[in-house]
């Protein structure tokens, strides 16, 4: 299993320092923004826009992810290890076991 990765992406760095405004402008005016692997424990994500963002390998311990919906979004091989998520919605490919082992054990989530 990979590590999770500091990322070198201005994307990246807005998420990190809680900048989830000038995140979305960017993202809207077509930015680029690599998240896959990326590190974003408790990283507050409650305000980002994640519809069609790749998560993908991501670590999400204790994030923030209250209300959030998801649905639109890659979550292949994320952890989401002691995260809120009250109120989230997931992708319909990921089964609830996967999301439960996640979240209680930091497994990777397998699309099925």
């Known amino acids: ?4 990765e500091i990322k070198d992406d201005n994307l990246y760095d807005l998420l990190r320092r809680g900048e989830i405004a000038q ?7 077509g930015a680029a923004c690599d998240l896959c692997g990326a590190d974003l ?3 507050d994500l409650r305000e980002i826009e994640p ?3 790749d998560l993908s390998n991501t670590y999400l311990r204790q994030a923030d992810l209250r209300g959030m919906d998801l649905r639109e979004t890659r979550l292949e091989g ?3 290890y002691g995260a809120k998520i009250s ?3 997931f992708p319909a490919e990921l089964r609830a ?8 054990h930091g497994t990777r989530m397998r699309y099925g």
């Not at 076991?97 to 209680?104: A, D, N, R």
């Open 1 to 4: 299993m990979s590590r999770p």
């Open 23 to 29: 995140f979305n402008r960017a993202r809207r005016d």
């Open 41 to 43: 424990r408790g990283a």
């Open 51 to 53: 519809r069609g963002l």
């Open 78 to 80: 994320a952890s989401i």
């Open 87 to 89: 109120g989230a919605y």
């Open 97 to 104: 076991e996967e999301i439960t082992l996640s979240l209680l």
